[in-house]
């Protein structure tokens, strides 16, 4: 396999050679290319030292043939293992037609299919999309209705697909009837007008609706059009848009789109922004040209505008395609929006789950967010577990303060919500999640609970996007008697392998024990490796949004837990030993409310059997290792030390 596969050996500079020598310390390697006959890239085989090479010079290249070459040796050096095909697929959306001041005449119409062709001539089958509002039809002048009606005249020329019927958009639309009322118009536009829509494909005004996600036009898209794709900027942000991503949401294929240097604004090849050089830059290699270079799929937005006057959309990429012909080998194909979206999550599956992020903390997600939508009702902080170590005990005591208020609980799992650790329910979305939590003032401090997401694989993740400034409250409770409690916690739910087993044969499962054992083996032990878990929220949060609560504390002197963690909560004090009171008959302490002490349910704080010494040396063992890890991270971060702890290590 030839080492240079992007560059094409058509540059005027440039020397290609295909085989030469080249002295160098170690022995004889290859020169791949050469340009004034000084060597630009070398290759030094294997067989010198045992390590392949690609040396690139510095030579006066240009900026983007670096990077070819770049890209072609990891190619090359990985094996392939980091992949760089060299097929490129490409559509091009005109939003807008129909709509606005600047619009197409007749000989416009005529320069838009010539330019169909020269691009079709570049990459076979090619069309342009048209997104249209049909409102706005035959609204212009009389040249400019003149280029509608021609438009319409050559509408199978085209892939056509819909906007909004007033250009409005869709965020500003609390109720879907009404959306759907508006869709249902374009929708009869297209029917009565014969446009070619079969696509199932849209893009809403500004990107209006689509992230953050406004639910209505989701459903009305569905509902009118059966819409299978779309495409935004504004995933997971505009800016940077090296950084755009897709996701599936409501089974709409959410594509990442590209902006190409070109706006709404933008019809005078001499007052381009930043002036012409800037355009013709990017087209030679600047950064539309890179755009195609390291992005297997490009979505390009343009305007409507754009193909009127110089007409600088057709300029532009009729110059970019030939640019990418002339000097590279790539092979650009063009696909319609619902194949495009096939072979995005094909190439990227693992972006097919959403990552929420705050609307309110993006000032470009703030304007096209719903006005009806509150700001204000995200958690300040999560108790995030893990399970059996007293969260639901500390999310009872919490509540009593008046300036602490929990969500709202669900009918499924009660006051956790499960959001961050549940996919169905965090693929259910950001509304849902809000929806469970009351709209409060900046007195209040809001929190959630869900002893899941202490070892939840992408909890900490998921958290950090949504409440990069949140704070974490994480229980630690001696992870021999945690796993004893959850072996208990099962037993008391019937769950059969608990029924079967005993608990000192759950935690000596060996790795040839049934698949059953082995699955209630793992949620006993593994959750009390808190240092491997801890460390994963340590990549996210910073040490001191993080508080460490002593789980044996919170259940022996719980007045004195709760007063140390309102101080980290920066809440009002409050003194809790007038709120908790100990219950004899249960062994723990138990909430007043009303003046009168309110315990927690049954399933809390069961009696059973104290657990055997046996077993219990076998899991101090067995958590040794853990729990010298655990001392040394808490150590390092500054964590305190429970002293549970501290007695244990000693």
């Not at 072996?487 to 499962?509: C, E, G, I, K």
Request: hydrophobic residues 35%; contains cysteine.
């Amino acid at each position: 396999e030839s080492i240079i596969r992007l560059l094409k050996p058509n540059l005027k500079l440039s020397n290609w050679v295909e085989s030469a020598g080249f002295n160098w310390f170690s022995g004889s390697l290859d020169v791949l290319l050469a340009m004034d006959e000084s060597a630009v890239v070398l290759h030094e085989p294997a067989h010198i030292n045992g390590i392949p090479k690609i040396i690139i010079s510095r030579q006066s290249v240009h900026l983007w043939m670096y990077k070819m070459l770049l890209m072609d040796s990891l190619h090359y050096l990985t094996n392939s293992k980091i992949n760089f095909p060299l097929t490129r697929h490409i559509q091009i959306d005109i939003d807008d037609i129909f709509v606005g001041s600047a619009r197409l005449t007749k000989e416009d119409v005529i320069a838009l299919m010539q330019s169909q062709n020269n691009l079709a001539n570049l990459i076979p089958g090619f069309r342009y999309n048209l997104g249209y509002s049909g409102s706005y039809f035959m609204k212009g002048t009389s040249q400019e209705n003149e280029g509608d009606q021609m438009l319409l005249d050559f509408k199978d020329k085209f892939n056509w697909f819909p906007h909004m019927w007033h250009h409005i958009q869709p965020h500003k639309f609390h109720n879907v009837t009404e959306l759907v009322s508006r869709m249902q118009k374009n929708y009869n536009f297209a029917m009565e007008k014969g446009l070619p829509i079969n696509g199932g494909y849209s893009v809403a005004p500004h990107h209006s609706g689509v992230y953050p996600v406004h639910e209505q036009l989701y459903t009305a898209w569905k509902q009118v059009w059966g819409i299978n794709a779309t495409s935004t900027e504004e995933y997971p942000s505009l800016y940077p848009a090296r950084k755009r991503r897709g996701f599936v949401y409501r089974n709409i294929s959410v594509l990442p789109r590209q902006t190409c240097g070109l706006f709404t604004k933008n019809l005078y090849y001499d007052e381009y922004p930043g002036g012409s050089e800037k355009m013709e830059h990017s087209i030679s290699g600047g950064e539309i040209f890179e755009t195609i270079l390291t992005n297997p799929i490009s979505i390009f937005m343009t305007h409507m505008p754009n193909y009127c006057c110089d007409r600088l959309a057709p300029y532009l990429f009729e110059s970019l395609l030939s640019f990418v012909t002339c000097f590279t080998n790539l092979k650009v194909t063009a696909l319609d929006p619902l194949e495009v979206s096939q072979k995005y999550f094909k190439l990227f599956p693992e972006e097919r789950k959403p990552v929420w992020t705050d609307p309110c903390k993006d000032h470009r997600h703030l304007e096209i967010y719903s006005p009806n939508k509150s700001c204000s009702q995200l958690p300040d902080f999560l108790i995030v577990g893990p399970q059996k170590t007293g969260s639901t005990a500390l999310y009872s005591f919490l509540k009593l303060h008046p300036n602490i208020v929990s969500n709202n609980p669900s009918p499924q799992t009660f006051e956790e919500l499960q959001f961050y650790s549940n996919d169905k329910n965090y693929l259910s979305g950001l509304d849902w999640y809000k929806e469970y939590f009351p709209v409060v003032n900046s007195s209040i401090v809001m929190f959630e609970k869900s002893a899941t997401y202490f070892d939840g694989e992408n909890v900490p993740h998921r958290a950090h996007k949504l409440l990069p400034a949140g704070k974490i409250v994480i229980l630690l409770l001696p992870p021999e008697d945690r796993a004893y409690s959850w072996y208990h916690h099962m037993r008391a739910h019937d769950q059969p392998t608990s029924l079967n087993y005993s608990f000192d044969q759950v935690v000596r499962a060996s790795s040839i024990s049934p698949k059953d054992l082995l699955a209630l083996k793992s949620r006993c032990l593994e959750p009390g490796k808190y240092a491997l878990h801890i460390n994963k929220w340590l990549t996210y949060y910073r040490p001191k949004q993080i508080y460490m609560m002593d789980g044996v504390q919170l259940k022996q002197d719980p007045v004195t837990a709760i007063n140390n963690l309102q101080k980290f909560l920066e809440v009002p004090f409050v003194d809790f030993k007038s709120k908790l009171m100990f219950d004899k008959r249960k062994g723990f302490f138990c909430p007043i409310v009303n003046g009168r002490k309110k315990c927690l349910g049954k399933g809390k704080g069961r009696q059973y059997p104290p657990l055997e010494e046996d077993t219990r040396n076998f899991l101090l063992d067995y958590f040794d290792q853990y729990n010298t890890k655990l001392v040394d991270l808490l150590t390092q971060h500054g964590f305190p030390v429970p002293s549970w702890l501290l007695s244990e290590e000693e």
